[in-house]
């Protein structure tokens, strides 16, 4: 009974698992995955509201779809000086694709946006994006130059300061009563 069973085995028709693997391999970009790796652009912002600049750079993260606290703060210091210019963050912009494969057509009819602002300095979670848009998932980090007026201002101490000065002159003297 068991070689029936060993000859039944090899009789099976696997090629419907084979059809259904080549199929699948055209939809393998429509599943959702964890995002790895962003693209952060910088927009550097002068006084006069013009762009000086628009850099550009991409990340891998330490944890997938987890910008964390840390890697932000690190990237807001490494960049908020160009050109000998301090710059200060204005703001923080994620544009995460999130949709899932089957509102893409919807999607088409109806766009809606992606961009959502960062309120404060904290963990990021990115959600999962299916592949064929992971290269639209963005970070966009927004910086105004600092005026030069703050720092004359802390050069120069703000607080009134008033010295007295000894009637009798310099020393203090103290006068005793005689009986």
């Known amino acids: 009974m068991s070689e029936e069973t060993n000859a039944d085995i090899n009789e099976l028709d696997t090629s419907w698992i084979d059809e259904f693997e080549s199929l699948d391999e055209d939809y393998k970009s429509f599943y959702l995955e964890d995002i790895i790796t962003i693209k952060i ?3 550097y912002v002068n006084k006069e509201n013009g762009i000086d ?3 550009e750079e991409s990340i891998l993260l330490h944890k997938p779809n987890i910008i964390s606290r840390e890697e932000l703060i690190g990237i807001l210091k ?3 000086i160009q050109s000998e210019k301090k710059y200060a963050t ?3 912009l994620t544009y995460n694709m999130d949709i899932e494969p089957s509102d893409i057509s919807a999607y088409i009819k109806d766009p809606s946006s992606f961009l959502t602002s960062v309120q404060h300095i904290d963990d990021i979670i990115l959600h999962q994006s299916i592949s064929m848009f992971h290269d639209l998932n963005n ?3 927004l910086f105004y130059e600092k005026s030069n007026q703050s720092k004359t201002v802390n050069m120069h101490n703000l607080t009134k300061r008033i010295f007295l000065n000894s009637i ?3 020393r203090k003297k103290t006068i ?3 009986a």
């Open 176 to 178: 005793r009563k005689t």
């Open 139 to 141: 970070l966009i980090i």
């Open 41 to 43: 652009q910088y927009i």
């Open 168 to 170: 009798h002159g310099k």
């Open 78 to 80: 490494r960049n908020n």
């Open 53 to 55: 600049m628009i850099k």
């Open 90 to 92: 204005v703001s923080i």
